[in-house]
């Protein structure tokens, strides 16, 4: 079973407006990991924090990673259309044989 | 950055028939593939963890004489869905790494995924 869980599930921002994301889990990790993905396709790597850290920047994307509340947030300021897409986040779990297990996604929709 | 090439992107095919999927590491070596299913809109669920040169490790739930594993060398790990039926259909990702030091403090690095629809 998933151990992430992402809310909200689906998220509908006007494009410029930032959007922000959750991911709790439940085990400890080594790191926990953004991905997005466009309808249909592979997944990209976004961002990689770990357990150790607790703030990471990169480009218009800022996460961050609080291991006492076993949860993480991406934050994408000023969005743009091309960021329509499914993000998920993803542990390796210390607690699972360092397996990657993936959170059940947020589907963003960018508003023209 | 490292680049998992995976084929085929799409398939359709017949109920019954046997699908094989290959996922390759094109310029690194792989000790260890991921193999993850996708129905729509959801979440990825790990399948099974592939290591070069031994059996498959599979998750609970998942039927490993249904989706065979092979991981014969250190760049090629193949996913056979045997006797596909309608309920098969999915989106199938893989996912290679170096080795278990690298994916647990790096990025994974992904397929580009195969779509199976079976008729």
């Known amino acids: 079973s998933q151990q992430g869980e992402e809310d909200p599930q689906a998220l509908s921002i006007q494009e410029g407006e930032n959007a922000t994301m959750n991911c709790s889990y439940k085990t400890s990790i080594n790191n926990l990991q953004w991905y997005r993905q466009n309808s249909g396709r592979g997944l990209v790597h976004l961002i990689l924090i770990r357990s150790n850290e607790r703030e990471k920047h990169s480009g218009r994307l800022r996460v961050t990673l609080d291991t006492s509340k076993k949860s993480s947030s991406l934050l994408i300021t000023a969005s743009r259309a091309a960021d329509t897409a499914s993000y998920f986040c993803?542990?390796?779990?210390?607690?699972?044989?360092?397996?990657?297990?993936f959170g059940k996604g947020t589907r963003l929709h960018i508003l023209p | 950055g490292a680049v998992v090439s995976q084929h085929p992107s799409w398939v359709i095919c017949k109920s019954g028939t046997s699908v094989k999927i290959e996922c390759r590491s094109l310029d690194f070596q792989a000790t260890t593939m991921f193999w993850y299913r996708q129905f729509p809109k959801q979440s990825l669920m790990l399948m099974a963890t592939?290591?070069?040169?031994?059996?498959?490790?599979?998750e609970q739930g998942v039927e490993k004489d249904k989706f065979l594993i092979n991981h014969a060398s250190l760049t090629l790990s193949t996913l056979t869905v045997t006797s596909a039926h309608p309920e098969d259909s999915s989106f199938y990702i893989c996912?290679?790494?170096?080795?278990?030091?690298?994916?647990?403090?790096?990025?994974?690095?992904f397929g580009s995924g195969t779509q199976l629809s079976v008729l």
């Open positions: 996912s290679a790494v170096r080795d278990r030091e690298s994916w647990t403090n790096e990025k994974l690095f």
């Open positions: 592939s290591n070069e040169g031994s059996k498959a490790t599979y």
């Open positions: 993803a542990t390796c779990s210390v607690d699972r044989d360092d397996k990657i297990i």
